[in-house]
């Protein structure tokens, strides 16, 4: 079964940091892209960063650019969001997305799979 478990959500100041993680199972965790989305209060989910299979590329929504970044660990199947300078408008639950690479995909083995995501609350 894959899964994917979000931690590390919390209080966070504004102009703080703060760490998220994803840690992958089930599969081999090379043969996802990995993502993290946020849904705020009484708005639709948005993408928040991309890390490709191998962790040589990744994309960021314009909201987060230049402040968090994404990374992944093989050693230890997880991604990282790294958030710096979080604002209260990131206030929301992070959830991380597993989609695996089209050449990778086996019957049995769902294409996508999502965490049930972590509260991030920014404010002082």
């Known amino acids: 079964q894959v899964q994917v478990v979000e931690s590390g959500g919390g209080l966070v100041q504004p102009g703080g940091s703060l760490r998220l993680s994803c840690a992958h199972s089930g599969d081999v965790f090379a043969n996802y892209a990995m993502n993290w989305y946020r849904q705020a209060p009484g708005k639709e989910r948005e993408f928040v960063a991309y890390?490709?299979?191998?962790?040589?590329?990744?994309k960021y929504a314009d909201s987060v650019k230049g402040r968090f970044t994404i990374s992944r660990d093989f050693s230890r199947n997880t991604v990282h969001l790294q958030m710096n300078s979080p604002t209260p408008e990131g206030t929301a639950v992070y959830y991380c997305?597993?989609?695996?690479?089209?050449?990778?995909?086996?019957?049995?083995?769902?294409?996508?799979?999502w965490g049930q995501g972590t509260l991030v609350t920014v404010s002082s």
């Open positions: 890390i490709s299979s191998n962790g040589g590329s990744t």
């Open positions: 997305d597993a989609t695996v690479v089209p050449i990778f995909a086996r019957r049995g083995y769902p294409g996508e799979v």
